[in-house]
Nanobody, 115 residues
Framework: QVKLVESGGDLVQPGGSLRLSCAANRILYNFNPMAWYRQAPGNQRELVAE???????TYADSVKGRFTISRDDAKNTVDLQMNSLKPEDTAVYYCFGRYYETEIWGQGTQVTVSS
């Protein structure tokens, strides 16, 4: 079974940083694209950042300049570095990858930004 497993969610103060990691149990290169989504209570799931072989990284306007998505095909991981965190970044963050014709979701990791 193809799986993506997130880690790194935590409680962090406003202005702080956090790094999320997503590990795949298959060769990461065969996932295209890879992305991070998030869902806050009462909101729809939204795309935060995506990276593809053709287009490279793209970001939601709300996180541009603060978040960085990176993939390490040697380690089969894709990370999301989050800086200058705001309370409105609080959400469950999900890793997503398209593995050939199949969409794969991770189980999610909670990020809470609060003082």
């Amino acid at each position: 079974q193809v799986k993506l497993v997130e880690s790194g969610g935590d409680l962090v103060q406003p202005g702080g940083s956090l790094r999320l990691s997503c590990a795949a149990n298959r060769i990461l290169y065969n996932f295209n694209p890879m992305a991070w989504y998030r869902q806050a209570p009462g909101n729809q799931r939204e795309l935060v950042a995506e990276t593809s072989h053709r287009d490279g990284p793209t970001y939601a306007d709300s996180v541009k300049g603060r978040f960085t998505i990176s993939r390490d095909d040697a380690k089969n991981t894709v990370d999301l570095q989050m800086n200058s965190l705001k309370p409105e970044d609080t959400a469950v963050y999900y890793c997503f990858g398209r593995y050939y014709e199949t969409e794969i979701w991770g189980q999610g990791t909670q990020v809470t930004v609060s003082s």
